[in-house]
């Protein structure tokens, strides 16, 4: 959440330039003197190669005069090569001394080492030692995957770069987050990778996460991913040379090279093998599948009820409600406006809201007011938590709230702090008893641009509340107690950065769409409690967050599941934390664009539980937009209506058509809930995405690859939304195969062509049901997702070509983090009989139900030996009653 015309207002008040100026505060940094010129660099000779039975050391020396072209060249780095799993070979190129920054086990606890033999993995890596280079090669079709030959590595305290030459035309995907096409560009394309208060999520920059992987898929030959852990801010080029030799090339401004290769070789086990890597999602409730309202602006408590009971009027399913930063008292985390959301009467809507089956989720910004008299900053400065100066006072910035400490999630006591005042605010018997906790503005987002910001000054304070006229306080800063401790400094060999690198201008400048490297966000020079440097872990600071708050809700939940959505991320964030993809627009672009970024987070990302903002974030949607949106955002996993400050009002019962879209679009949401359940169920199990890009599904057919306006909802549903304004057209591609439509169960022959639907009106969106899968769904709909646990089951079988189909079905309590009754289910139809098979613990609560009430099969020839045929859409429904809780059979 963010307003923009704010912080440019902030801006022009500040009257900074956007030139970087060199640093005039600090004089104790040195200046940058290398020689920009990177094509005069000597690389590295390897010697010492050592193999193992798993894997190979070797040591690299500079070789030749340092070239110091964006820092200082290392002379001595050291090579690691561990065949991981037969799949997995990890590379690892650092410094000889361990000073350089590596990312915290902590923060992103690395995979085992199960020491497979070179022999039996499917990698093979080799090494040239003069000048160093490697390859990683396929070893069943030779293809080379990567090979650092294409320019000498250089390892520099300010800058890494290593390039690795690629075929032609590769199809490259991932490298979050950003809003460029899912099939990335080959030609003179840089990402970014810098986490960044970024409104509009502008095209071609650095966003709010950083997810340094790659998947590259070379059709028939496989797919595999490469994943960088490297945390610094970093430029990845794919690019082509003057001579059309295709590569990519990682430019970071430090850290070090720690590669991971993923041999696939399908899309879905490279997607399995990453999430292996830096960990599995966590299975969120299942009541977070269900619809959620927000919009900043809902001024008071009176208002967000009023949004309750317009949903409930309307009979639309609303399942959760949100407050954004409205309900603060000035803003702050922790508190509740007095007259506009006092706090009895926020008590008394979330035991409304609870009673009625629905829940209530809050924000939480990480910057904590600056104030003696505010008790949350007095809790945190007492037990120390946070970020210091150089003389060890607190380190100020700008945020909502005005002049603000920020939380240093390395400190000892700091997610102790965190929970504990969670605890508090969000107490059962005294607070708000909330369901869930969305962290924005965390990576971190700063309203004072640089080191230029008087963050004591009060005329820097962001407005006050619209809405809410309340006295200008002016809030002097007090002075500071005596009792802070120094911060402590990083020693050698610790793996927390070099000393002495330029803070603000570093030789190498990464392309963020922000002005300077440092602007709106911590100081680069902010040093951690463990020693380490904002310069090294600010792409990890809304990961940190993201995790301490789900920390929090487990602690003030005990063995529930928390569902946390964070703006800010970086790799392996998704292991406790949701996401939505920040603030955008109400517009048709970034309807679209919400398609291609989802893919990216489920797919690649294993961040499973995302979407966009239904129906826009800034400016004022319409209608059709909105009505579009309700239906594209019911496939999409996280399904969130959000709006801005000063945007009109965008409920779904706003307008006609949005509310019919609406109600239709969580009416099928909600039927198909057990079926994406299940998905991210095994998501969380086995890291086989809940989101199918089409190509995962058809990855020998290149009209496939660049696919990124459709996508399967599960494994089984096609979603084909209508993408453009005012249209009722929609043109979609169907590979060759066995499809249904969704809607009528008629049969439709996929061409490997594509396909033109006109009279797609704006409560439609064409779904088809590819053959061969079997959905299991929810006879009826409910109004929340706990009475939809009450309605019976029925199974979709969309049969292949062959007769053949088969599906899956998970089924638990849906809350608690440790489930004991559980089923899952395997479902197959052949040789004209349905059975099923697996585990069969799940009991319902009382008033559940695991029955199944009908069969229906589609795209069968004849009637069978039984039940209703429709011989016009081959249709067979047969109902009856069968029990999830034992094996059945039944024969059509
Ligand atoms: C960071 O740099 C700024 C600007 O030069 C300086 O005022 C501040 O003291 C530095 N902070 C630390 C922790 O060195
Ligand atoms: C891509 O490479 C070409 C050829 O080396 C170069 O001229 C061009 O500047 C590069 N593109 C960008 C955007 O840097
Ligand atoms: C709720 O519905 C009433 C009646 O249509 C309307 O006047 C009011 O503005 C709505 N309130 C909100 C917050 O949507
Ligand atoms: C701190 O907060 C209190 C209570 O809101 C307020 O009265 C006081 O003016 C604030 N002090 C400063 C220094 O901002
Ligand atoms: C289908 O249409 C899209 C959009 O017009 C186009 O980019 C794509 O190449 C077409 N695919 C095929 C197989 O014709
Ligand atoms: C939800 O509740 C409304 C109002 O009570 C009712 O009309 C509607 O049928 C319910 N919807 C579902 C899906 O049960
Ligand atoms: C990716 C994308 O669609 N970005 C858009 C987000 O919104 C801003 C403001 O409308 C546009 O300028 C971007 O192109």
């Given at each position: 959440m963010f307003a923009q015309k704010i912080l440019l207002g902030l801006f022009a008040c500040a009257g900074l330039s956007s030139a970087i100026p060199m640093d005039p505060v600090a004089s104790s940094y040195p200046k940058f003197s290398g020689s920009r010129n990177p094509d005069s660099c000597p690389g590295y000779t390897a010697s010492n190669v050592v193999k193992s039975d798993s894997g190979l050391t070797a040591g690299l020396a500079l070789a030749g005069d340092a070239c110091d072209a964006f820092g200082f060249d290392l002379k001595k780095l050291k090579l690691e090569v561990e065949y991981q799993t037969d799949e997995r070979l990890h590379v690892k190129i650092f410094d000889e001394g361990l000073d350089v920054y590596q990312v915290q086990e902590a923060l992103v606890p690395r995979p085992p080492h199960s020491k497979a033999s070179p022999d039996s993995s499917a990698l093979e890596f080799s090494i040239v030692e003069k000048p160093f280079s490697f390859k990683v090669t396929r070893k069943s079709n030779g293809e080379v995957l990567f090979d650092t030959?294409?320019?000498?590595?250089?390892?520099?305290?300010?800058?890494?770069?290593?390039?690795?030459?690629?075929?032609?035309?590769?199809?490259?995907?991932?490298?979050?987050?950003?809003?460029?096409?899912?099939?990335?560009?080959?030609?003179?394309?840089?990402?970014?990778?810098?986490?960044?208060?970024?409104?509009?999520?502008?095209?071609?920059?650095?966003?709010?996460?950083?997810?340094?992987?790659?998947?590259?898929?070379?059709?028939?030959?496989?797919?595999?991913?490469?994943?960088?852990?490297?945390?610094?801010?970093?430029?990845?080029?794919?690019?082509?040379?003057?001579?059309?030799?295709?590569?990519?090339?990682?430019?970071?401004?430090?850290?070090?090279?720690?590669?991971?290769?993923?041999?696939?070789?399908?899309?879905?086990?490279?997607?399995?093998?990453?999430?292996?890597?830096?960990?599995?999602?966590?299975?969120?409730?299942?009541?977070?599948?269900?619809?959620?309202?927000?919009?900043?602006?809902?001024?008071?408590?009176?208002?967000?009820?009023?949004?309750?009971?317009?949903?409930?009027?309307?009979?639309?399913?609303?399942?959760?409600?949100?407050?954004?930063?409205?309900?603060?008292?000035?803003?702050?985390?922790?508190?509740?406006?007095?007259?506009?959301?006092?706090?009895?009467?926020?008590?008394?809507?979330?035991?409304?809201?609870?009673?009625?089956?629905?829940?209530?989720?809050?924000?939480?910004?990480?910057?904590?007011h600056y104030n003696d008299s505010y008790a949350p900053y007095k809790r945190g400065h007492e037990l120390d938590v946070f970020l210091k100066n150089k003389d060890g006072s607190e380190y100020l910035g700008i945020q909502w709230a005005g002049t603000v400490a920020w939380p240093d999630w390395f400190a000892p006591n700091t997610?102790?702090?965190?929970?504990?005042?969670?605890?508090?605010?969000?107490?059962?018997?005294?607070?708000?008893?909330?369901?869930?906790?969305?962290?924005?503005?965390?990576?971190?987002?700063?309203?004072?641009?640089?080191?230029?910001?008087?963050?004591?000054?009060?005329?820097?304070?962001?407005?006050?509340?619209?809405?809410?006229?309340?006295?200008?306080?002016?809030?002097?800063?007090?002075?500071?107690?005596?009792?802070?401790?120094?911060?402590?400094?990083?020693?050698?060999?610790?793996?927390?950065?070099?000393?002495?690198?330029?803070?603000?201008?570093?030789?190498?400048?990464?392309?963020?769409?922000l002005t300077g490297l440092t602007d709106n966000t911590i100081l680069f020079n902010t040093t951690n409690y463990d020693g380490t440097i904002h310069y090294d872990t600010h792409n990890l600071y809304g990961h940190m967050m993201a995790h301490n708050t789900y920390d929090a809700m487990l602690a003030r939940r005990p063995g529930l599941r928390p569902m946390v959505l964070t703006r800010s991320t970086f790799a392996g964030t998704g292991r406790k934390a949701t996401h939505w993809f920040g603030d955008n627009t109400s517009t048709w672009e970034d309807y679209r664009t919400s398609i291609r970024q989802m893919l990216a987070w489920v797919s690649m990302h294993q961040m499973p539980m995302v979407g966009a903002d239904v129906c826009g974030f800034n400016a004022?949607?319409?209608?059709?937009?909105?009505?579009?949106?309700?239906?594209?955002?019911?496939?999409?996993?996280?399904?969130?209506?959000?709006?801005?400050?000063?945007?009109?009002?965008?409920?779904?019962?706003?307008?006609?058509?949005?509310?019919?879209?609406?109600?239709?679009?969580?009416?099928?949401?909600?039927?198909?809930?057990?079926?994406?359940?299940?998905?991210?169920?095994?998501?969380?199990?086995?890291?086989?995405?809940?989101?199918?890009?089409?190509?995962?599904?058809?990855?020998d057919d290149p009209n496939t690859f660049a696919v990124q306006e459709q996508w399967f909802y599960g494994d089984a549903l096609l979603i084909s939304p209508v993408t453009t304004e005012m249209s009722d057209v929609v043109t979609f591609y169907l590979p060759k195969d066995r499809f249904y439509d969704y809607w009528t169960g008629e049969p439709v022959d996929g061409q490997g062509a594509n396909v033109t639907q006109s009279g797609v009106s704006f409560t439609d969106i064409p779904v088809h049901i590819r053959g061969g899968t079997i959905i299991p769904r929810r006879v009826n709909s409910a109004n929340t997702t706990a009475l939809l646990r009450q309605q019976a089951f029925e199974l979709v079988i969309a049969l292949d070509a062959k007769g053949y189909a088969k599906g899956r079905l998970y089924l638990d309590e849906g809350e608690k983090i440790e489930q004991t009754d559980v089923s899952e289910l395997t479902f197959e139809f052949k040789d004209g009989a349905l059975s099923t098979a697996g585990s069969l613990g799940f009991a319902p609560a009382t008033g559940e139900v695991d029955t199944v009430k009908k069969v229906i099969v589609l795209g069968q020839a004849s009637a069978g030996s039984g039940g209703a045929f429709d011989s016009a859409t081959s249709k067979v429904e047969i109902e009856g009653e069968w029990d999830l809780s034992k094996e059945f059979k039944v024969q059509i």
């Open positions: 030959s294409a320019a000498k590595l250089i390892f520099e305290d300010q800058y890494v770069r290593l390039r690795t030459s690629l075929p032609k035309n590769p199809h490259l995907y991932g490298l979050g987050e950003h809003s460029d096409p899912f099939h990335l560009p080959t030609n003179g394309y840089r990402r970014t990778l810098l986490n960044a208060e970024s409104p509009g999520i502008p095209n071609n920059a650095n966003l709010y996460g950083s997810h340094p992987v790659y998947f590259e898929h070379r059709g028939e030959k496989g797919t595999h991913g490469v994943f960088m852990l490297n945390a610094d801010p970093m430029d990845i080029w794919i690019n082509q040379t003057k001579s059309g030799d295709q590569y990519l090339e990682y430019n970071t401004i430090g850290g070090i090279i720690d590669l991971y290769f993923m041999a696939g070789s399908s899309p879905t086990e490279v997607s399995s093998q990453y999430a292996d890597v830096i960990g599995h999602s966590a299975m969120f409730p299942y009541w977070s599948f269900g619809f959620h309202q927000c919009k900043y602006g809902y001024w008071d408590v009176n208002m967000v009820a009023e949004v309750v009971a317009n949903y409930s009027t309307a009979g639309i399913p609303l399942e959760v409600m949100w407050t954004d930063i409205d309900y603060m008292d000035l803003r702050q985390d922790f508190t509740t406006d007095p007259e506009r959301f006092a706090l009895p009467k926020v008590r008394e809507l979330v035991t409304t809201l609870h009673k009625r089956g629905q829940r209530y989720v809050l924000i939480l910004d990480p910057a904590i997610g102790k702090w965190w929970a504990e005042e969670i605890a508090k605010a969000f107490d059962a018997e005294s607070g708000i008893d909330l369901d869930g906790i969305w962290v924005d503005m965390n990576e971190a987002s700063n309203f004072c641009k640089n080191y230029d910001c008087n963050a004591r000054d009060p005329g820097n304070n962001p407005p006050k509340p619209e809405h809410a006229p309340r006295p200008n306080t002016g809030r002097p800063i007090p002075g500071f107690p005596a009792d802070f401790q120094p911060t402590k400094r990083a020693e050698g060999g610790q793996m927390k950065g070099l000393p002495n690198r330029v803070m603000w201008d570093p030789g190498y400048t990464v392309g963020t769409h004022n949607t319409n209608e059709k937009l909105c009505a579009r949106w309700a239906l594209l955002g019911a496939f999409q996993p996280f399904y969130r209506n959000h709006a801005e400050l000063s945007t009109i009002p965008q409920e779904f019962y706003q307008w006609p058509l949005t509310m019919e879209a609406g109600k239709k679009a969580i009416d099928t949401r909600y039927r198909l809930m057990d079926y994406i359940y299940t998905a991210l169920y095994y998501q969380t199990k086995d890291g086989v995405p809940m989101i199918n890009p089409m190509w995962f599904l058809y990855p």
